[in-house]
């Protein structure tokens, strides 16, 4: 039988309103590092306003987009989408919906980087919990100034799985 090798994360990408503060927050609160500054993308008939328009439909407006690193140099793209206008969702937790719904980073003190997290402007969505009752893992959901959903997670996610029916 041939052993199948895991593909690497990539990147994931966020949609945020503003995304300066956007690029303040996660740098400030997580160390997430600026590799490539804001750049506006339009729809205007050039290589990367195309390549725009053909993932994100005929809706699309333009955007703001800006590459940061986590530090294990997973990337993380942040966009600002100039038209439509971005809306926020009033539920950010609709987890019945198919698709994404939270990053998950990883910091061994939860509870630091929680209180952290809510005064800087985010939230704190649920109560830190361990993972499994009586052991070390901890985790907790917040969510980010701009209403994206992130989980905090005290070890890495073999560590917190392995050996796990």
């Given at each position: 039988m041939n052993k199948i090798h895991a593909n690497n994360f990539n990147h994931v990408g966020v949609s945020v309103p503003d995304i300066d503060a956007a690029i303040e927050w996660y740098g400030s609160v997580f160390g997430f590092v600026l590799i490539a500054e804001p750049a506006e993308v339009r729809p205007d008939g050039t290589h990367f306003g195309n390549l725009a328009s053909d993932i994100c439909g005929n809706k699309y407006g333009?955007?703001?987009?800006?590459?940061?690193?986590?530090?294990?140099?997973?990337?993380?793209?942040?966009?600002?989408?100039?038209?439509?206008?971005?809306?926020?969702?009033?539920?950010?937790?609709?987890?019945?919906?198919?698709?994404?719904?939270?990053?998950?980073?990883?910091?061994?003190?939860?509870?630091?980087?929680?209180?952290?997290?809510?005064?800087?402007?985010?939230?704190?969505?649920?109560?830190?919990?361990?993972?499994?009752?009586?052991?070390?893992?901890?985790?907790?959901?917040?969510?980010?100034?701009?209403?994206?959903?992130?989980?905090?997670i005290s070890h890495r996610y073999e560590q917190a799985l392995a050996n796990r029916s």
């Open positions: 333009g955007m703001k987009i800006a590459h940061m690193v986590t530090g294990d140099g997973t990337g993380f793209e942040l966009f600002e989408f100039l038209g439509p206008k971005p809306e926020r969702r009033d539920d950010t937790m609709e987890y019945w919906k198919n698709g994404f719904f939270h990053i998950a980073i990883t910091h061994p003190d939860v509870e630091s980087k929680v209180k952290e997290i809510v005064e800087s402007g985010g939230l704190k969505r649920s109560e830190i919990w361990e993972l499994f009752p009586g052991e070390d893992v901890k985790v907790c959901y917040c969510e980010d100034p701009f209403g994206n959903v992130i989980e905090i």
